[in-house]
């Protein structure tokens, strides 16, 4: 039984039906998604199909829908976003990732106008093209942490704590990113994104351009950026099963369809169990945040570590069905397994900040629940 704590009396429901300005919204996606990117899933993809889906990718006008209606976008709701990354999540996790990476930036400019004079005229190349606007979150505890970076950034959000309790939001230019990645250590490249090690908040210096944060806004921002890592994951694992259902519905052994096995129609049926599961967990935070409704301490945190979980054991179980198939690298189980990992291995990173910003918080006796009143 749902407890308090996770499904409040004070909380606006949400419907699982789709709206039908939702389906307008979702329908070209999901073409560009079947056409553009699942072919890439296979083995014949190369990097000028990839390039011809990036180009593809601007008439999606996924920068217009989340920039702020100031600014001439349409300010789409945080739920709305995450059924969109699920969408383009159904073809290769990285490269959804790449073409998505500015979104957390571009929604957070929506709330700091100088952020907005830096952003190029067409948004969209932020997410089209081999530029990007990344954000980067510091740990407050004085550590490195982990950044995805593509191959070239058209700059870098970076949030990090100026002192106890306070944080600003710097703006580092292109040279100041190279200067950075210079002494940085790479863990991990997959698609025209990297994983990056990125040195202590205090050696992380902007370029003259920052602004101070509340610590509500700081909280709010990362859970931004959780929400465009989460959803990613739910697509990743929603496309997982499916394929993994596909996949024993036409492999045969011993006569019979896969499928028709006791010991792989259990795993399948924990397969969409986990999924549907993980899948509400992403809606509902979104939900509530874009309803403006509080969101507990330390609620961010249980749900990506559950999420997390849930998102590894189904792409682990996705990789033990296809057998063999499962196991082979490029192949579509194993390069989803792959790829959930470092998602999931940032995402962890961000709500374990947060955590830490909360516990600052109540500690100095100014406990504030995280809000967003408006929309992202």
């Not at 073809?91 to 004079?117: D, Q």
Request: glycine residues 6%; contains cysteine; proline residues 7%.
């Amino acid at each position: 039984m749902p407890s308090a704590t996770l499904c409040p009396p004070t909380s606006a429901p949400f419907s699982l039906r789709l709206s039908d300005d939702q389906r307008q919204m979702l329908e070209p996606v999901r073409r560009y998604a079947r056409e553009r990117l699942h072919p890439l899933l296979g083995d014949a993809a190369n990097e000028r199909h990839h390039h011809e889906a990036r180009r593809a990718a601007q008439q999606l006008g996924l920068a217009a829908a989340v920039m702020s209606e100031r600014e001439g976008g349409l300010a789409i709701t945080p739920l709305d976003l995450c059924l969109l990354l699920e969408e383009l999540a159904g073809g290769p996790l990285a490269l959804a990732a790449e073409l998505t990476l500015s979104l957390p930036a571009l929604a957070i400019s929506r709330h700091h106008e100088w952020l907005a004079k830096l952003l190029p005229l067409n948004a969209e190349a932020l997410l089209t093209e081999q530029t990007a606007l990344p954000l980067a979150i510091a740990s407050p505890a004085g550590e490195a942490t982990f950044v995805l970076l593509p191959r070239q950034a058209s700059g870098l959000l970076a949030l990090t704590p100026s002192s106890p309790g306070n944080w600003r939001l710097r703006w580092l230019d292109p040279e100041a990113v190279k200067g950075l990645l210079a002494n940085a250590h790479q863990d991990h490249r997959a698609e025209g994104l990297r994983l990056v090690r990125l040195p202590p908040a205090e050696d992380i210096h902007g370029t003259g351009f920052s602004s101070p944060v509340t610590p509500e806004a700081c909280r709010t921002m990362m859970v931004w950026q959780g929400l465009w890592l989460a959803g990613l994951l739910a697509g990743a694992a929603r496309a997982a099963t499916a394929f993994a259902f596909s996949y024993a519905q036409e492999r045969t052994a011993f006569r019979h369809p896969l499928i028709h096995h006791q010991a792989v129609a259990l795993k399948l049926a924990d397969m969409a169990t986990a999924c549907d599961a993980l899948r509400l967990q992403v809606w509902d935070v979104a939900a509530r945040l874009g309803n403006g409704d509080t969101l507990p301490d330390g609620h961010f945190l249980s749900m990506v570590k559950q999420l997390v979980s849930a998102s590894m054991e189904i792409h682990r179980h996705a990789v033990q069905v296809c057998g063999g198939h499962g196991y082979v690298e490029g192949f579509p189980p194993a390069r989803r397994f792959q790829d959930a990992r470092l998602l999931s291995l940032v995402l962890l990173e961000v709500a374990e900040t947060l955590s830490e910003v909360e516990s600052e918080v109540e500690s100095q006796g100014r406990p504030e629940a995280l809000k967003h009143g408006s929309r992202l």
